[in-house]
């Protein structure tokens, strides 16, 4: 089937994925292969903006890459590669610093958010995030972004980026990236407060074996009205309950939602239904993710073909950009 244009995300090598990571990306990813042609980049770059320590960054492209590949994400007809394996990408971002203004950079709330986040450490490379990252999409002719509603205005400024590259050169050779409008579902961890995520130590990690889920399942918390086996409970404002909706069939969900309400059902036999079917769930991961596990070298040779097809996409592009700007 043809394609209807090139999509490109990229992701900060953040290690074993969770169930926020899937429900929220990796699982858009994997529906976007039908209908694009999809280029997927671990922005390793982008992670030593913030990152203290680089010892775990191999460890963790390899940690996320395994599980993506495991979520179904196709590597035969995908991109899945490295930000800094394909170094034109810090070519083309030198060019577009040029025809960005460095007030409108120091002005974006994301910029003055990470500065409060971290004010021992404003680095150049903070500055200039949202270069690199228009540097990104620009340099594999990307069409289409993804993006949840709050990330809109990074795109946006992209594209602003790119009409101001091609007006100072008098050229059309960037293409402006268009939004697709993505609901980026936000998962609750275990505290059934927080966003999932490893910091908060709330996560439940799609590599956990049945075992460590269950567990973590059974730590969730439930609604903080019902302390009694014979209280009624309320589903609505119950994680538990939520990922019912998510991983459990029909008939169960419909179960806890009218027994909860009657204390017809325990939040403990509640908790080892979801675990079980979460498990169910997962299992088919589990089992890819083992497979690729026990084949040596296997994640390297993904970005190693990753990185060769992106490069040959990002060499033509610099051919194009280097005689756009006249360079001698
Ligand atoms: S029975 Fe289930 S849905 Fe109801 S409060 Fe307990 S864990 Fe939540």
Redesign the pocket.
Known sequence: MAKKGRVFSGARPTGRQHLGNYLGAIQNYVALQDEYECVYCIVDVHALTTVETTQNLRQNTSDMVIDWLAAGIRPEETIVFVQSHVPQVMELHMYLSMVTQLGKLTDLPTFKEKVRHQPDNVNYGLVGYPVLMTADIVLYKSDIVPVGIDQAPHLEFAREIVRSFNYRYNTKVLIEPQAKHTEIKKVLGIDGVEKMGKSLNNQIELAFTPEQTTARVRE?V??PA?VKRTDP???DV?N??SM?KIFSPQADVDM?NV??RRAG???VD??KLLAKNMNQHLEPFRLRRAEFASKPGYVQDVLNDGAKRAAAIAEQTMKEVREAIQLP
Do not use: A, L
């Open positions: 969730m439930t609604d019902r409970g309320n589903p119950c538990v309950y019912h806890v027994e909860c059902i325990g939040c509640c908790k």
